[in-house]
């Protein structure tokens, strides 16, 4: 009996600790089966679904943003991609105004080239000399550079060269007939052939005395021209003077430059000369006739040869064009779609946030 007592004793005392240990939890806890706003498995609302709610909206909120967020950054892009084609566009025209400035520069400035061209021989030139009142005593050809001592000072001797008198009008002296004494000059370049001349003249009531001659192509034109008078009036028109003074020899040396224009060809005549003063050992009686000594040579094998090259090369010019306006094309072209995009945007953006409106409303 006593053990019975002992037992339900220990049971009254389990029992008491169990319930104080439930008194201990919140009564929340417990609440939540028996609240009627709380849904059970099968249905009804609850504190869980405003939870998941408030997320769902959330997260939409968020991918609005993100959305916007998107489409600001694609606008930027876009903007900067804008006003990058802008800045090639005008680098472009910039290109296209050079290119076409410099072709035309190219076009109305050639430039020349300059080439030397090797020859066994020349043609004969012309040398027309203009003695007036002064009289040719001799004419030869020597080789080599030699020229033997003079013989018979103030004679007239044998003239070996080929020579044509020639009356014509001068172009630039006011209708003056003029006298030119016309010789065929050297032609053999490899063995220095040479023309030796002398002159002699007893009036001497000038202060200075002095022989002009000229230089023209080639002595067979002449020959070859039906106006003889009239190929002379062009030659004077055409080439330059030069002289040479009495009591001196003068050497000249010729060079021959020709010049090819974009219609025509030009020859010109370059001379280099040096004087040397003659010694006159003829007696006291002899002197008043004025001797004069003209020595023609060519200086070298080579002809000059100038050339007018227009470095201007259309084809070039019309790719680098082309180019250009491709892409300005382009550009003009990508600009319009961009633009087009931010109008498309924008107005997509406008109709969202309007549907946001109206569904708020």
Same mark, same amino acid.
């Given at each position: ?12 005392? #389990?029992?008491?600790?169990?319930? &104080? ?28 679904? #405003?939870? &998941?709610?408030?997320?769902? $909206? ?8 993100? !959305?916007?967020?998107?489409?600001? /950054? ?5 903007? /900067?991609? @804008? ?45 027309? %000399? ?22 018979? /000072? ?10 044509? +008198? ?28 040479? @023309?030796?001349?002398? #002159?002699?003249?007893? $009036? ?39 002289? #040479? ?18 219609? $025509? ?34 200086? $070298? ?6 050339? %007018? @090259? ?10 680098? %064009? ?24 924008? !107005? !997509?953006?406008? !109709?969202?946030?309007?549907?946001? /409106? +109206?569904?708020?409303?």
């Amino acid at each position: 009996m006593r053990r019975n007592t002992e037992d339900s004793r220990s049971y009254e005392e #389990f029992s008491g600790a169990e319930s &104080d240990r439930q008194s201990d939890v919140p009564q929340g806890l417990y609440e939540d089966d028996d609240d009627p706003d709380t849904e059970g498995p099968n249905g009804g609302t609850s504190q869980g679904n #405003f939870i &998941d709610d408030y997320i769902t $909206d959330d997260i939409t909120e968020s991918g609005q943003t993100l !959305r916007v967020s998107k489409a600001c /950054l694609k606008s930027v892009f876009t903007v /900067l991609l @804008i006003l990058i084609y802008l800045l090639l566009t005008t680098v472009a025209v910039f290109l296209a105004y050079q290119t076409i400035t410099d072709f035309l520069e190219k076009l109305n400035h050639p430039v020349m080239s300059v080439t030397y061209k090797e020859v066994e021989s020349f043609s004969p030139p012309g040398i027309a %000399l203009y003695p007036g009142k002064a009289q040719l005593l001799s004419c030869k050809h020597y080789y080599h550079n030699y020229i033997p001592p003079l013989v018979d /000072l103030g004679a007239p001797n044998d003239k070996h060269c080929i020579i044509q +008198n020639v009356s014509y009008i001068g172009p630039f002296s006011n209708q003056t007939k003029k006298e030119a004494l016309v010789v065929r000059g050297p032609s053999d370049v490899r063995n220095k052939e040479l @023309i030796f001349m002398q #002159f002699s003249q007893t $009036d001497q009531d000038e202060d200075f005395s002095a022989i002009t001659y000229m230089l023209f192509a080639k002595f067979e034109d002449l020959n070859e021209s039906q106006d003889m008078s009239r190929f002379m009036m062009d030659c004077e028109k055409n080439y330059s003077m030069w002289t #040479f003074s009495g009591g001196f020899r003068t050497w000249v040396k010729m060079s021959l430059v020709t010049t090819s224009g974009k219609t $025509d060809q030009a020859v010109e005549f370059r001379q280099e000369s040096g004087v040397v003063k003659f010694n006159d050992k003829r007696p006291e009686g002899k002197r008043n006739k004025e001797l004069f000594f003209v020595v023609f040579e060519w200086r $070298d094998p080579f002809i000059q040869q100038i050339k %007018l @090259i227009v470095t201007a090369n259309p084809w070039n010019s019309i790719a680098i %064009l082309c180019g250009v306006f491709m892409a300005l094309f382009k550009a003009a072209n990508f600009a319009k779609l961009s633009v087009s995009w931010m109008i498309k945007m924008r !107005r !997509r953006h406008q !109709r969202n946030r309007a549907r946001e /409106l +109206n569904s708020v409303s």
